[in-house]
């Protein structure tokens, strides 16, 4: 099983990023996929997910408006495209999938700084 996750890197203030996480091993499509974040001192948090069929999407209150949740089932992989970024989204983030059981990718590094 893998989650390997991509498109991190640094951006300025107001930019965009899309992150993408492969998924390999596992059935996708059974799986709800989330991206979550983690800041230097803070704990993880949940910034967006999607059902299995897409369908449903969630998102954090801080990034309504500005980031989207996405999935291409024929292509195993989900996306988080992020726009309007800001310092505070500065982070690690991670993929997770989520049925019976649920893995973790090893999460991509995201700074937003000028």
């Known amino acids: 099983v893998q989650l390997v996750e991509s498109g991190g890197g640094l951006v300025q203030p107001g930019g965009s990023l899309r992150l993408s996480c492969a998924a390999s091993?596992?059935?996708?499509?059974?799986?709800?996929m989330s991206w979550y974040r983690q800041a230097p001192g803070k704990e993880r948090e949940l910034v967006a997910a999607?059902?299995?069929?897409?369908?449903?999407?969630n998102y954090a209150d801080s990034v309504k408006g500005r980031f989207t949740i996405a999935r291409d089932n024929a292509k195993s992989t989900v996306y988080l495209q992020m726009n309007s970024l800001r310092p505070e989204d500065t982070a690690v983030y991670y993929c997770?999938?989520?049925?019976?059981?649920?893995?973790w990718g090893q999460g991509t590094q995201v700074t937003v700084s000028s």
């Open positions: 999607i059902a299995s069929t897409g369908g449903i999407t």
């Open positions: 091993g596992f059935i996708f499509t059974n799986y709800a």
């Open positions: 997770k999938a989520t049925w019976i059981t649920l893995y």
